[in-house]
């Protein structure tokens, strides 16, 4: 069995080394570890909360989204492959779904489908590396939204 990467770990070692380091503990005592046992739980906290999304029920959506990339990566491999974006019919299309979700949102009847499309329509209208990756992040971030959305639902 080969031993896992604990590389990604490396700042949370540093953390708890040092709390380690820069807390006093008053051996021989029943309660000389509390100190040190609190300061860990404080700094190891904070470590994780400075690392992990604040955004509710983002961090679950990461572990769904991970292991569908596991799944992908196991069946087909590190792909790689040309953007196709840009162009004038996707700019169109792009400037009508903004249309459709401005209007949507000022009548208060917008959905999650024509937000989602918008953001898609926006990202194959750029042809410009940087542009894209901003606006496929905003795609990602909608996605992500409306999972919110769907798991945070009452059940019927």
Do not use: F
């Amino acid at each position: 069995m080969t031993a896992p990467d604990l590389t990604p770990l490396a700042p949370l070692a540093r953390v708890i080394a040092t709390t380690v380091q820069e807390t006093p503990v008053r051996l021989g005592s029943p309660d000389g570890a509390v100190q040190l046992i609190q300061e860990l739980i404080l700094r190891t906290a904070a470590y994780a909360g400075s690392e992990l999304p604040r955004t509710p029920g983002l961090a679950q959506h990461m572990v769904e989204v991970d292991a569908e990339r596991q799944r992908q990566l196991a069946k087909w491999g590190d792909q790689k492959h040309p953007d196709g974006t840009g162009g004038s019919g996707a700019l169109y299309v792009a400037d009508r779904y903004r249309t459709i979700v401005d209007h949507a949102l000022d009548k208060g009847t917008a959905r999650w489908r024509d937000i989602v499309l918008e953001e898609v329509y926006e990202a194959l209208a750029e042809s410009d590396p940087a542009r894209l990756r901003a606006e496929l992040v905003q795609c990602a971030a909608v996605i992500q939204a409306w999972i919110h959305d769907l798991d945070t639902r009452p059940t019927p």
